[in-house]
């Protein structure tokens, strides 16, 4: 039964991460400004890899703050950061694939 106590101790010794409301309108400004350049950037020149670009850096915003990578241990973010680049590795062969036929 103390095993028990000691666990549910333990968990709620874990400090949760509560952003401000400043910070979500700071968060949620910031990916609105990204939406209007990605919008216009693709309007204006058409360039599907600045688009993609942006699009990066806006799930980054979303991934850090709302999803609060930006507050978990360092080997979590690690993981997730090879993650990505495996995928933009596929994503930039895909590319590469199609534009040499």
Excluded: C, P
């Excluded at 699009?55 to 950061?81: D, P, Q, W």
């Amino acid at each position: 039964m103390e095993d028990l106590q000691q666990n549910n101790n333990s968990d709620q010794d874990k400090k949760h991460h509560i952003m401000s409301y400043a910070d979500n309108l700071k968060v949620w400004i910031a990916l609105l400004f990204l939406t209007w350049f990605t919008i216009t950037i693709a309007y204006v020149t058409g360039s599907i890899a600045i688009a993609l670009i942006v699009a990066t850096i806006k799930s980054g915003v979303v991934l850090a703050y709302f999803m609060h990578l930006k507050f978990e241990s360092r080997l979590l973010t690690i993981l997730f950061l090879v993650t990505m680049t495996v995928f933009t590795s596929f994503i930039v062969l895909t590319f590469f694939d199609y534009a040499l036929r």
